[in-house]
């Protein structure tokens, strides 16, 4: 059974600081999945990715599938980043197996 | 588009009372799921459909039942609910691939408390 391992559990920041939420996971996986749960409640996936690196805005996601590690950084972080963000692997045919998510806060 | 939508947004219900929670999508997306989330706990899969007519179970299907007569609608039943059920469950959706391979649409969440 894959296991997923989000390290820090907490996170607090100040704006403007560079931000490293990681991810690791016990068995080879096609895929992995970052998502963000605002405080409201909702959740939005944020990126899919199989290898290398991704970005969306601040965002950046990366892989190193030979470490089974991922890695989401947010540059020059903003309040609004505040949020749970949460990694997901693949955890059997057509399956998720979830982190407990990593919170952070950015304060202003 | 609405998306995912889900009712109720929130529930109390007494141990052994019955209810259905509702999820609705309209994207057109074969493969639906539900999931709750507990404080210290990461999502966890209850019960998953991959089209009309076809469910299986995730992790943690005791005391659910689900059903999936249209691609739009996949509502989940708790036959007699209990304390151990309170929790925030979320209704996701995704195209064929599945949530593997494609990106997942999440309702809103309905937030359970059981007396």
Not at chain 2, 34 to 57: E, F, K, N
Not at chain 2, 105 to 112: H, K, Q, V
Request: charged share 15%.
């Amino acid at each position: 059974k894959n296991e997923v391992e989000q390290s820090p559990q907490n996170l607090t920041a100040q704006e403007g600081e560079f931000i490293t939420i990681n991810c690791s996971y016990s068995v080879g996986i096609s895929a992995l999945h970052w998502l963000q749960q605002h405080p409201g409640g909702g959740i939005v996936s944020l990126f899919m990715l199989s290898s290398g690196k991704k970005k969306h805005g601040r965002l950046i996601a990366t892989i190193n599938i030979q470490e089974k590690h991922s890695s989401l950084h947010i540059t020059a972080s903003h309040p609004r980043d505040s949020a749970v963000y949460i990694c997901a692997s693949e955890g059997g045919s057509e399956k998720l197996v979830f982190g407990k998510g990593t919170k952070l806060t950015v304060n202003p | 588009n609405a998306g995912v939508t889900q009712t109720p947004k929130f529930q109390v219900l007494k141990t052994g009372q019955s209810m259905t929670l509702q999820c609705a999508q309209d994207m057109n997306h074969e493969y639906m799921s539900w999931y709750r989330q507990d404080p210290g706990m990461g999502l966890r899969l209850i019960h998953y459909s991959v089209g009309a007519g076809i469910t299986d179970q995730g992790e943690v299907p005791n005391g659910y039942n689900v059903s999936r007569s249209t691609t739009e609608d996949f509502p989940l039943r708790l036959l007699s609910a209990a304390p151990s059920q309170t929790s925030v469950y979320f209704c996701a959706s995704s195209r064929q691939g599945g949530p593997v391979q494609e990106t997942q649409y999440f309702g809103p969440g309905t937030r359970l408390l059981v007396l």
